[in-house]
């Protein structure tokens, strides 16, 4: 597969693992779809393996402030935001995705197409369900990750 719908977000962090449940939920239609779904979690640096030239298309599905309302989501490139995520260093608990993506520019090799699927968090807090805003729409992340990945079929 060169196609990959992952997911990222550490599920033990309420709307923070909003992206992995979504991966999870697309995984059964995604092979017949042409698309693999990945679940990264909050190891963020797993996502250099994705990023390189065997590669096609990336949509990265995370838990993204955004000042949106709670729950509303969007639907853009890493080249069209800055992060404001301050971190003292990288490491495998703690990275953000836009510095990854930059991270694998500066390694040199061909990037696919990235793009992000943000989705507002209600809560990032430590628990392991979804806020109720969060949860209510998963099915449209869901199709709407979907749509997305056709789009680039």
Same mark, same amino acid.
């Not at 510095?99 to 507002?120: D, K, N």
């Given at each position: 597969?060169?196609?990959?719908?992952?997911? $990222? =977000?550490?599920?033990?962090?309420?709307?923070?693992?909003?992206?992995?449940?979504? *991966?999870?939920? *697309?995984?059964?239609?995604?092979?017949?779809?042409?698309?693999?779904?990945?679940?990264?979690? &909050?190891?963020?640096?797993?996502?250099?393996?994705?990023?390189?030239?065997?590669?096609?298309?990336?949509?990265?599905?995370?838990? $993204?402030?955004?000042?949106?309302?709670?729950?509303?989501?969007?639907?853009?490139?890493? #080249? !069209?935001?800055?992060?404001?995520?301050?971190?003292?260093?990288?490491?495998? &608990?703690? =990275?953000? $995705?836009?510095?990854? $993506?930059?991270? *694998?520019?500066?390694? =040199?090799?061909?990037?696919?197409?990235v793009t992000i699927l943000g989705i507002e968090p209600a809560d990032v807090a430590p628990g392991l369900e979804l806020s109720p *805003?969060?949860? =209510?729409?998963? #099915?449209?992340?869901?199709? !709407?990750?979907?749509?997305?990945m056709r789009r680039s079929a």
């Amino acid at each position: 597969m060169s196609r990959f719908l992952i997911g $990222v =977000g550490n599920e033990t962090m309420t709307d923070d693992g909003v992206g992995p449940r979504v *991966a999870d939920a *697309a995984a059964e239609r995604a092979r017949a779809l042409g698309f693999e779904t990945v679940l990264i979690g &909050h190891d963020t640096v797993s996502l250099l393996a994705y990023l390189d030239a065997p590669t096609r298309r990336v949509l990265l599905v995370d838990c $993204v402030r955004m000042g949106l309302a709670p729950g509303d989501w969007l639907v853009f490139s890493p #080249d !069209a935001v800055e992060t404001r995520k301050p971190l003292a260093r990288m490491t495998t &608990h703690e =990275g953000d $995705v836009l510095r990854i $993506v930059e991270m *694998a520019r500066q390694l =040199g090799g061909r990037l696919p197409q990235v793009t992000i699927l943000g989705i507002e968090p209600a809560d990032v807090a430590p628990g392991l369900e979804l806020s109720p *805003a969060l949860a =209510g729409r998963l #099915d449209e992340y869901v199709e !709407a990750a979907i749509a997305e990945m056709r789009r680039s079929a």
